[in-house]
């Protein structure tokens, strides 16, 4: 009985040690932030936001980059689920609307635009795989993109919608603590 309290003891531990790396692997930049609050999705290229214009309720609306500054529409959760394909699949949810982000019209070509709207489970246009960073439609196999400037040069610009092709990385931030804009530096 004694070694067996001793057994269940290391067991504990060990896995209070794995879940608190595990929080470390999985948080996202920034303190404190609380589980349920949902991330910014931060351009690797432009550092700019992706958010749903004008932190619109409605559906159809548009997903488009932005500077970082708290608006409503800029906030995301992942919401997992189960279902058939390789790896594992997300709901994107903006906090704001409680709508998913999801590819027009369920359409598949290059281009087509990235929108929110009502959930619907199962829906493969509204799941998304997370893959070092880009975010990939499970239907269309394309990622969230932002249209670069000619050269291959990243679009600094706001406003710039979201649509289905190649695209950045997006990084996950603690809304309480964006990222300073492109080009500039946060003192420390």
């Excluded at 690797?44 to 500054?69: F, H, M, P, V, Y």
């Excluded at 409680?98 to 929108?115: F, H, N, T």
């Excluded at 493969?124 to 239907?139: C, F, H, P, S, V």
Aim: glycine share 12%; hydrophobic share 35%; with cysteine.
């Amino acid at each position: 009985m004694g070694a067996e309290v001793k057994t269940l003891a290391k067991l504990a531990t060990a896995a209070a040690v794995t879940a608190s790396g595990a929080a470390l692997v999985l948080g996202t930049a920034g303190t404190g932030q609380a589980a349920d609050r949902g991330d910014l999705l931060v351009s690797s290229d432009s550092r700019k936001c992706l958010e749903i214009e004008n932190s619109s309720k409605d559906n159809g609306a548009l997903a488009q980059q932005w500077t970082c500054k708290g608006q409503a529409g800029s906030v995301w959760k992942f919401v997992k689920v189960t279902g058939s394909g390789p790896g594992t699949q997300y709901q994107i949810v903006n906090v704001n609307s409680g709508k998913c982000l999801e590819i027009a019209d369920s359409r598949k070509d290059y281009g087509a635009p990235v929108q929110q709207w009502t959930c619907v489970k199962g829906v493969a246009t509204q799941l998304w795989y997370e893959d070092n960073g880009y975010l990939i439609n499970k239907n269309a196999w394309r990622t969230v993109g932002i249209p670069q400037l000619a050269g291959e040069q990243p679009n600094l610009q706001d406003g710039v919608k979201a649509v289905a092709g190649v695209g950045p990385s997006w990084n996950h931030w603690d809304p309480a603590n964006p990222p300073a804009p492109a080009g500039l530096h946060r003192a420390r």
